[in-house]
């Protein structure tokens, strides 16, 4: 596992956005961000687990992090225009963004795969995911360091069977970051790059694997160092990458592509 050990103000005056941050690596994100100096807004859909993570961040990072409860599978364009009024207000530079929301959905054959369950999952996992991007755009544009990272999953890279909905939308998200990269990197100071965490200790992946000692996976936590090296400044020539956490080495990622 990658090892990175920055000071506890390598993100200071960065202002990132976090969505699932209820729980798992979003959750985890959130805590170590604000404990290398960052000011967070955090999205998810269950306020009560996010008001908690306000109180646990407040009682030892003061005024940094704003929570905006969204339900990504309820959503609709009225909503992301709202939030998009709300960033340019409140956070009119947004200096990372960070995909974590998703659904894992049905886990069966593509032929008898609910209508309704793909309809949901393909919202939250893609739709909200394109909605969000456009909302923050301008405020990503602002920033003179941005980085936006998409959340994807070693079954978005290989098809495999029975992972349904789940796998063509992260099969989207590369899509989708491939395109921006190549869309932003002589536009802008946004570093677009997707990263799969590979299996980690999370209720999603106890979901998919429920016969799995969870105590064979990595915590979350234990991926931060990756995190926190994507949104500080030594990343900075990192674009249009399809990355693993797992064997994640930036000395291999010389290169802007697009440049």
């Not at 799969?196 to 936590?221: F, I, K, L």
């Amino acid at each position: 596992m990658f090892e990175y050990h920055p000071s506890s103000q390598h993100l200071a005056g960065k202002k990132i956005l976090i969505t699932g941050a209820s729980d798992g690596i979003g959750r985890a994100n959130a805590i170590c961000f604000a404990e290398h100096g960052a000011e967070l807004l955090l999205l998810g859909r269950n306020q009560e687990k996010l008001e908690q993570l306000f109180d646990e961040i407040e009682e030892k990072s003061p005024s940094k992090v704003t929570i905006h409860p969204m339900d990504f599978a309820k959503a609709r364009a009225e909503d992301y225009s709202g939030l998009a009024d709300s960033l340019d207000k409140h956070f009119p530079v947004i200096d990372g963004l960070i995909h974590n929301a998703a659904q894992l959905g049905t886990l069966c054959p593509v032929e008898y795969y609910p209508d309704n369950d793909w309809e949901t999952l393909i919202n939250v996992n893609l739709n909200a995911v394109f909605h969000l991007t456009k909302a923050a755009m301008p405020s990503l544009k602002r920033s003179e360091d941005a980085r936006l990272l998409f959340i994807s999953s070693s079954v978005g890279r290989k098809g495999r069977a029975y992972w349904g909905g789940y796998g063509v939308s992260k099969f989207a998200l590369e899509g989708l970051m491939q395109t921006l990269a190549d869309e932003l990197s002589s536009t802008s100071n946004i570093r677009v790059n997707s990263l799969n965490p590979g299996g980690t200790r999370t209720a999603m992946r106890q979901a998919a694997y429920p016969a799995e000692d969870p105590h064979s996976q990595p915590e979350a936590e234990s991926l931060m160092p990756v995190y926190l090296y994507l949104l500080g400044p030594e990343a900075a020539h990192i674009h249009g990458q399809a990355l693993d956490a797992r064997d994640f080495d930036p000395s291999t990622l010389n290169t802007v592509e697009g440049t």
